[in-house]
């Protein structure tokens, strides 16, 4: 989300802070000589009753100004154009969600009495806060209620880069809220599946165990929950590619992952089990129908469609 700059009541500015003038600034003469909204640079400061600062204009002109009549040039950039906050303040944006389902330990079948329910999506933000100035979130996030949306746009590339976490968005069986758009897309799933996702388990799998070999080695230890996740997602992209759809539930390995989760499976025997999984993972690959890339013309068929749609009041 855009990040805005604040600063606190009675900050003093620093010599050199470029700021901007609330009111107009009249000459001796009683002309105005610089509008409101024009802008300078802090030249000095004094609090003898009150604070002011000394502020000179472009044009070499300087006066003595009071906090209320300036505002820092880089807040009054960041106030409108572009802040999500103000969209986000017109419109409950989770009033907007298409998609809502569980995904993690629970829709794996792995959850135990410390595990939290992880609910994940889509929004689908009204057109006309999409089309303004300032713009929409990519996502919409609480970590309260452990929840994460992505505008839809975000969604879909991020399906199209077979993440992970999106892909199973579009397969988990714990579905809560899916309007008749949303449900038109789970018809469609199968586009974004691919050949990118070895690339994208395979690398980021790899990556991690190389870090948690360094604990191991280091430390004497991991985090064995992440490790666990590390093989079902290994487990996971070996059956995508070899059956060409996301597996959710891990029933026939789910005393394996559970042993691992738990500490319970020594790392030797961990690596090799990791070992022998790249290896299958390795010959499904050579054997997948899945195509080299996923259909991103029938992707953005539905997003222009989806777009049209989000002109109206009523969600689609």
């Known amino acids: 989300m855009h990040q805005r700059v604040h600063h606190p009541p009675g900050l003093i500015y620093q010599i050199g802070t470029r700021v901007v003038t609330r009111v107009d600034i009249f000459a001796p003469n009683g002309r105005v000589q610089h509008p409101n909204g024009s802008v300078g640079v802090v030249v000095g400061c004094h609090v003898e009753l009150e604070v002011a600062y000394r502020v000179r204009f472009l044009d070499g002109y300087e006066d003595s100004l009071h906090p209320d009549q300036l505002a820092m040039l880089a807040e009054m950039k960041q106030n409108a154009i572009g802040n999500t906050d103000i969209s986000a303040a017109q419109c409950n ?8 389902c569980i995904i993690g330990s629970q829709a794996y079948g792995l959850a135990d009495e410390q595990s939290d329910v992880d609910r994940r999506g889509i929004y689908l933000p009204p057109a006309d806060l999409h089309w303004s100035l300032y713009g929409v979130p990519e996502q919409l996030e609480s970590h ?5 949306y992505w505008e839809l746009q975000k969604f879909l590339i991020l399906a ?3 993440n992970p976490n999106v892909l199973e968005c579009l397969y988990s069986p714990l579905i809560e809220q899916a309007t008749p758009l949303a449900r038109e897309l789970l018809e469609i799933r199968e586009l974004f599946l691919s050949r990118l996702v070895y690339q994208t388990y395979n690398g980021y799998v790899h990556s991690q165990f190389k ?29 995508v590619l070899r059956e060409g759809y996301v597996p959710i539930r891990v029933d026939e390995h789910r005393e394996q992952l559970l042993a691992i989760k ?41 997003l222009l469609k989806a777009r049209s749609l989000a002109r109206h009041e009523k969600l689609p």
């Not at 944006?93 to 809502?100: A, F």
């Open 160 to 162: 199209l880069k077979a």
């Open 211 to 239: 870090k948690m070999q360094a604990d191991i080695r280091n430390n004497g230890t991991v985090k064995w929950k992440h490790v666990m996740h590390l093989i079902r997602l290994l487990i996971s992209g070996t059956c």
């Open 144 to 148: 309260e209620r452990q929840e994460t």
């Open 93 to 100: 944006l989770y009033e907007r969600v298409i998609l809502r």
């Open 262 to 302: 738990r500490g319970q499976m020594p790392w030797e025997e961990t690596e090799k089990w990791r070992l022998n999984l790249h290896g299958e993972f390795d010959r499904a690959l050579v054997q997948t129908k899945l195509p080299e890339r996923p259909d991103y013309e029938r992707a953005n068929v539905f």
